[in-house]
């Protein structure tokens, strides 16, 4: 690996690193932005009012979904800003890197999740709440960075080109009376 590209890749780490840290990648939801976007307005109240595990679980499933398309859209976006395939890549590879940290986001409430006195593998016991709060933490950290990403580079400020970012999503939320 060349010493330019090494650095690019340190450069990247770090910048993940960072963003990380400062988008409060914690797995909390920031309430007083939830109407800031037409995907925490969707889902407000289905994340407020579903209580059993199921319900949980499915709201946790398409919360997941429609932040996973948002970030999805927002790159696609991205990527019409750069004329050059090296920039794309770049963007490409900050893609990559977050998704294997959402996973490994996702994998860490997992296993909070687990009964850790019993050693890992398939006779693992778990909560019934795993699996949403799984869903749940990728959900959050896919919709922190969206935020962040988007006030970074879709702000009012002069300084930023990109002009206005435009949701893809235009759901209503859970949809429960679909699921029945």
Known sequence: MSKHRKGKVIGLLAIILLVCVSAGCSGKIDKDTASDNPIDRAFSEDIENASATAEIRYVAHAYVAAWEAEWNHLFEELSKQYQFEEDKNILKEY???????????????????????????????????TIGASLMEEAVLYRNQVLYLIDKYYSDSDMYKYGEYTYLYSGKGAEFDKAL
């Open 95 to 129: 893609k990559k890197r977050y998704e294997a940290f959402v996973e490994a986001g996702s994998m860490l409430e997992w296993t909070d999740w687990t009964d850790t006195s019993v050693a890992p593998g398939k006779d693992r016991p778990y909560g019934t709440g």
